[in-house]
């Protein structure tokens, strides 16, 4: 029997904006609205809301949440209050499970964002992990729904709203009352522009979106988000890593802190990972000649295949681009070819983000 | 111009404009509507022979590709590099500039067989 999509608490206000609804990963999303050429201008150039409702959120609460989340998580948690960091969440043979945020509300109570696709797995392997701390281990993704407020444009037009938003800085966390409610709002997102999250009840984010509608943002979808996401270089848990790979694979070594206090899942193998180095590597890849690469094509060097894309698109900034595991040896501008439908088309290797603006 | 009632449709979405033994290709302004944001297309090549039923290009989005079949076969005698050059042509006129290739028919009661822009509609 068919599974029953979900709908996010938003569907009927997406669908009301012209969202074109589809499949993902079980939940029912809008692919775009008016293109996505246009709503990767509008969050390029001024700002883009997305309902992201999918995405889970864990609170990790009790006297250990702090070292539990240590142990856990690959980054150093040692952050005061309102503050929040970027993380991978790795099985004992240091596969990625997952990438999350987490925020620190205080010292015993911790927020953490995940993916949606990951969301049970995540919350059954902190669960698992969590036996022998003082710490409850809670889902409450049902509980919010969850608006990116993204683009250059997005505080200003946020100021409106609530002039203190602008204040937030970059990975911070506060509470903030819209429309008679409590929410969450975060300096984050998954675009390469500036911009915040908003995590609150259902009601409420209803609210938000019908303001932001009236208020500037374009209603954008997740095939825009995904352009945006690819240019900024920022990677897709379960397409661009998954447990077949390490932190240092994905070229995240960044977000494993080997010195931090506390011991934290597969460091050990981490820290040889790091020592002895990978033989494979996630790099970018820009197609110069003609055609459009897209996930799953072969990456080759000098006619021998070495790699496959796991995430590519058209870019409107580059044409098209794709990311992929490849040897280590392959560096920033290297030349190689990527097969389009059985042809091969010069492509260039390109040290990820393709685009930076924050 | 291409008018839509002027010309014949296949059920996977391209039209034909036949005058004598040539048939101009393109695809309907629903097709066009459903890829979105075309940016990239890759045209048979002049001279060619194709079939009708077969694939023989392809029109990208930003996020798929889509197969074009041939309406109908014969050799291509013109391709349109107008859209080679600017793709969202096809979006913005597919009936008319964003044409895209044209054939001369080894089989002109292929087109016969086609849908009429009335029975086209009634299919989507």
Known sequence: MEKELKKTALYDACLAAGGKMVDFHGWLLPVQYEGIIAEHKAVREAAGMFDVSHMGQIYFTGKDAYKFLQSVATNDYKLEPGRGAYAHILNEQGGIIDDIIAFCLNGEEFLVVVNSAAREKDYAWFKKKAEGFDVTVRDASDEFSMLALQGPKALDYLEKLDPSIKQLKRFWIKKLSLFGADCYITRTGYTGEDGVEVMGPHATVKELFSWCLANGFKPCGLGARDVLRLEAGYLLSGSDMDESRNPYEASCGWVVKLNKEQDFTAKDIMARVKAEGVKQKLMGFKVKGAGIAREGCAVYKEGKKIGALTSATYSPLFKAIGAGYVPSEIQDGDEVEIEIRGRLVAAQAVKMPFYKNI | ?124
């Not at chain 2, 296949?10 to 075309?38: M, P, Y």
């Not at chain 2, 014969?74 to 969202?88: H, I, L, M, Q, R």
Request: net charge negative.
């Open chain 2, 1 to 124: 111009m291409y008018e839509q009632e002027k010309c014949k449709f296949a059920k996977t979405h391209e039209w034909a404009f036949v005058e004598g033994d040539t048939a101009t290709v393109g695809i309907s302004d629903h097709a066009q509507h459903e890829i979105s944001d075309i940016v990239f297309v890759e045209l048979p090549q002049k001279g060619a022979q194709v079939k009708a039923g077969e694939r023989c290009c392809v029109i990208e989005s930003v996020k798929s590709a889509s197969d074009i079949f041939s309406p109908v076969s014969g050799e291509v005698t013109e391709v349109n590099e107008a859209v080679t050059a600017d793709p969202s042509l096809v979006n913005r006129e597919p009936h008319g500039a964003g044409w895209l290739f044209k054939v001369k028919m080894s089989d002109a009661k292929e087109a016969d067989a086609l849908l009429t822009f009335e029975d086209y509609k009634a299919t989507l």
